[in-house]
């Protein structure tokens, strides 16, 4: 059965009528064309389909779209404002910390989620907040350092 959900998607008021048991994952895909979060495992383990669910990083191939009812989602496509990138995606840019780009969208809006929480995260703490997203290609220390500059251009540093 569908129900009206409604929730602020980038920030904008959205309303959708749909089966309130759809992944949150396939309703930004398939609905808002939002294709920058990825699908990668489907069962919550490598982050390329993270989102910020109320500035909380979530694996959005496991949370029913009924569950952000009321509240503000934001994709990779969200970070940007008037477009300027936002200072942790220039950083990936400036450190050029991907390769293929599959886990870039999910690495990045963790990164934001963790900062929004941790603004002066040290380099251990941002490397432990980045675990549980996956790299294949093995970018590893050039995310880490984008991480750390971008933490430094959000607080005026850089």
């Known amino acids: 059965m569908e129900?009206?959900?409604?929730?602020?998607?980038?920030?904008?008021?959205?309303?959708l009528v749909t089966d309130p048991t759809q992944m949150l994952l396939w309703v930004l895909r398939n609905h808002f064309g939002?294709?920058?979060?990825?699908y990668g495992c489907g069962i919550g383990f490598c982050g390329a389909c993270t989102v910020l669910i109320d500035d909380e990083p979530v694996r959005s191939c496991m949370?029913?779209?009924?569950?952000?009812?009321?509240?503000?989602?934001?994709?990779i496509e969200g970070l940007e404002k008037k477009g300027k990138l936002h200072p942790v995606q220039q950083a990936f840019i400036?450190?050029?910390?991907?390769?293929?780009?599959y886990c870039t969208p999910g690495?990045?809006?963790?990164?934001?989620?963790?900062?929004?929480?941790n603004p002066s995260a040290t380099r251990q703490e941002i490397v432990a907040g980045l675990e549980d997203n996956l790299c294949r290609c093995g970018a590893h220390m050039r995310i880490i350092d984008a991480v750390?500059?971008?933490?430094?251009?959000m607080k005026g540093g850089k």
Do not use: R
Not at 63 to 75: E, H, L, Q
């Open 3 to 15: 129900e009206k959900i409604i929730f602020k998607l980038n920030n904008k008021k959205t309303e």
């Open 34 to 38: 939002l294709t920058g979060t990825k």
């Open 63 to 75: 949370i029913p779209v009924s569950d952000v009812a009321g509240k503000n989602v934001v994709t």
């Open 94 to 101: 400036d450190h050029d910390a991907l390769q293929c780009g």
């Open 107 to 117: 690495m990045i809006v963790t990164a934001v989620g963790m900062l929004k929480k």
């Open 148 to 153: 750390e500059d971008a933490s430094k251009a």
